[in-house]
């Protein structure tokens, strides 16, 4: 599907069938995610892809009652990193001359702009820039479905620190930022027929 279309095509879902997704669909979806962009190529954000009912269903009452995280085909949950040290940076860093057939000693002068960038961040500052990152990603994951004719929901109305426990993310140096209940729409959804309502053009866009 073209793309505008698609994205034309989309809005976020109320209500969801209990169609499920199937699996080469979601990892299309998802590789196109792991392609997104993100500062340095960091991506400094993991994504879990929850389709245990009993997990999601412990999740809604961290969801202020948003059933849809339970009553929907997956749950997507884009975490950020809380934390990067030089070691990681390093690996990173020999993936990059890997791919690009470098010795990684040509690298070392981006390696230590990155290292310092990362250092001079303190932790709360460090955990917004992640979350920036991880809300890229969720950009192209939202399109990507789209593409695909599959609904989502993308939803900040969570406690995060709940989630956070229910995952087991703070032992993995890991923070709740945006979830996405993933599926298809049930035809009683009474917000599929409604027209999106978006910024004119005109208004949103300034040529300069």
């Not at 993308?154 to 993995?172: I, K, Q, S, T, W």
Request: with cysteine; hydrophobic share 40%; aromatic share 10%.
């Amino acid at each position: 599907m073209e793309l505008n279309t698609a994205l034309n095509w989309r809005y976020a879902v109320k209500l969801f069938s209990d169609r499920t997704v199937d699996a080469g669909t979601l990892e299309r979806m998802l590789e196109a995610t792991r392609l997104s962009a993100s500062s340095y190529g960091l991506q400094p954000y993991r994504i879990l892809l929850v389709s245990s009912g009993e997990t999601r269903r412990e999740l809604v009452q961290y969801s202020y009652g948003q059933d849809k995280v339970l009553h929907s085909s997956h749950l997507a949950v884009f975490a950020a990193r809380t934390a990067l040290d030089a070691g990681e940076i390093d690996r990173y860093i020999e993936r990059v001359a890997q791919s690009q057939a470098r010795p990684v000693q040509e690298l070392d002068a981006y390696a230590q702009q990155i290292k310092g960038a990362i250092a001079g961040k303190d932790p709360d500052e460090l955990l917004a820039w992640a979350k920036n990152q991880a809300y890229l990603a969720l950009g192209n994951f939202l399109a990507a479905a789209a593409v695909q004719r599959v609904d989502t929901c993308p939803m900040e109305g969570f406690d995060a620190a709940g989630y956070d426990r229910v995952l087991g993310l703070r032992e993995r140096q890991l923070a709740t930022a945006v979830i996405c209940p993933v599926g298809y729409r049930h035809p009683d959804d009474a917000y599929a027929g409604y027209p999106k309502v978006r910024t004119p053009y005109h208004q949103m866009i300034r040529e300069i």
